[in-house]
């Protein structure tokens, strides 16, 4: 197989991390983009030739012209687009800063539309290409205090959907994931955000590895949607159990500290 040129943003941990260490091992041109530039260049170091760190903030959507332009220098035309940095924020709806909640937007929305739209005609005019999409199983199944992060998931995976039809004809293809529940940061730090409970224990959780392994096989094997573990795949076909399980099972927001 021939070396690809990938572009994994939030590379610096979690599932994005896991995803850039998989093409890296494969042997594919990784353009690693993310805040946290030492975790991004101890990704980097074993491979000095083939993976290059960009460090920028996605939470404004004016740099990823920057990001983009970066990458081509870097490692000549993307083949392949990871939208995959993100934010979440859990909590009470009504207690959420609402400026907090529109950076969520911009940060999990607007940058992947434009990364998006910026790179389309170039791969179109290629005849080749693959955009990724890392949306949220809270796309199909939005859950109770995480206001902002369903709405920002539901966007992202609506606009993914959408254009896989729409450019599949140019020979780009665009796959959409739904990760469940996956060990990172920021799964453990929502899971502090509940009152324990025994559903909330015993939910199947996935690794950020076996992720990358199913993501890598759908861009191959141009596959639509990655939803994983498995088991939240039925939520897609059964919409209505899936909103009463959902909505009878999260547990409780952990009450805030009063204020004084
Ligand atoms: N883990 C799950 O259970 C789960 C489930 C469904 C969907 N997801 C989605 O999977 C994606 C990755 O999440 P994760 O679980 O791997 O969480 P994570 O470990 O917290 O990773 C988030 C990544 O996003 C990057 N990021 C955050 N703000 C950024 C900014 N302003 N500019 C550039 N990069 C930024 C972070 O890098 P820096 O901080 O270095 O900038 C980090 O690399 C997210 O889109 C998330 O919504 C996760």
Sequence with gaps: MTSSHVIVTGASS??????????????????LAARRTSLLEALAKDYPERAFVHAVDLGKWANAEGLLQAARAAHGPVDVLVNNAGVQIVGPTEGTDFEAGVALLELNVHTPLRLTTLLLPEMIARKSGTIVD???????APTPGMFFYNASKAALAAASEGLRGEVRRHGVHVVTVYPGP???????AAREKYVASKAATSTPTGTPEKLAELVLAAIDKKRPRV???????????????TRWVV??????????PEKT
């Design 247 to 256: 909505d009878a099972l999260t547990p409780e927001l952990k009450s805030l």
């Design 134 to 140: 890392v949306a949220s199983m809270a796309a199909i």
């Design 14 to 31: 979690g599932i994005g991390e896991a995803l850039a260490r998989a093409f890296l091992a494969r042997g594919d041109r990784v353009t």
């Design 182 to 188: 996956v060990k990172s940061a920021m799964e453990s």
């Design 227 to 241: 939803v994983y573990p498995k088991v939240y795949g039925m939520a897609r076909h059964f919409p209505n159990m």
